[in-house]
């Protein structure tokens, strides 16, 4: 199993700033993911974090708002840029192999006011 | 599309059994996940289904089947920290996890 720390765990923010959120995995993983969820809600993927490459983006989701980073096989980042309060949400990092189950950090509350 | 349904709510009782049902169409199966969620946490693992057929584990065993789409989620001996929210999610050919949008369950004495 992979251990994912994810900070920070919470944050309160002024609309119109920048947040930038950081995943370390105790171990090397091939995929690294970035999640949005809203309370009552389920996952909702932002990106695939990608090894040296550009993040791969889903579908509303775009680099000049979330750029991501991912400069080794065991760290990520996910900045979320230009912030209102519609970004208010919990941000989730996950990773994993192919073929074995995803682990998630801890998750970021962000609050942007 | 890709699309998971699984109910939104459920309630059970102290010590009772529950089964939480999930369907799925997806591009490509790559195995099939279940996630518990309290509220206020991350997602835990709690188990994965790649074959038919049933996987114990405890309390809870989960439970494939491939040609028909659906897998259910079955709770033994139910214990009032078993109130969470359950998640389904089939990993696809793309071995993109596809989530479900999640099963609350409520637990009472």
């Known amino acids: 199993s992979a251990v994912i720390s994810q900070k920070p765990s919470r944050d309160i923010c002024q609309r119109g700033t920048s947040l930038t959120i950081q995943c370390q995995v105790d171990?090397?993983?091939?995929?690294m993911f970035w999640y949005r969820q809203q309370p009552g809600q389920s996952l909702t993927l932002i990106a695939t974090?990608?090894?040296?490459?550009?993040?791969?983006?889903e579908s509303g989701f775009v680099i000049d708002k979330f750029p991501i980073s991912r400069p080794n096989l065991t760290f990520s980042t996910l900045t979320v840029s230009n912030m209102s309060p519609e970004d208010s949400s919990i941000y989730l990092c996950?990773?994993?192999?192919?073929?074995?189950?995803?682990?998630f950090g801890q998750g970021t509350r962000l609050t942007v006011v | 599309g890709q699309n998971i349904d699984q109910p939104t709510e459920m309630t059970a009782t102290e010590g009772a059994i529950v089964q939480i049902n999930c369907t799925y169409q997806?591009?490509?199966?790559?195995?099939l996940f279940w996630y518990q969620q309290h509220a206020g946490e991350a997602p835990t693992f709690l188990s994965y289904?790649?074959l038919d057929g049933l996987e114990e584990k405890g309390r809870f065993s989960s439970f494939l089947s491939r040609s028909k789409g659906y897998s259910y989620l079955l709770l033994k001996e139910l214990q009032m920290k078993d109130s969470a929210s359950y998640l389904c999610?089939?990993?696809?050919?793309?071995?993109?996890?596809?989530w479900g949008a999640g099963t609350k369950l409520i637990i009472k004495p």
């Open positions: 171990s090397q993983v091939t995929m």
């Open positions: 996950s990773a994993g192999q192919e073929n074995t189950e995803a682990f």
């Open positions: 997806t591009s490509g199966f790559n195995g």
């Open positions: 999610a089939v990993r696809d050919s793309n071995y993109q996890l596809i």
């Open positions: 289904n790649v």
């Open positions: 974090a990608n090894q040296g490459s550009e993040a791969t983006y």
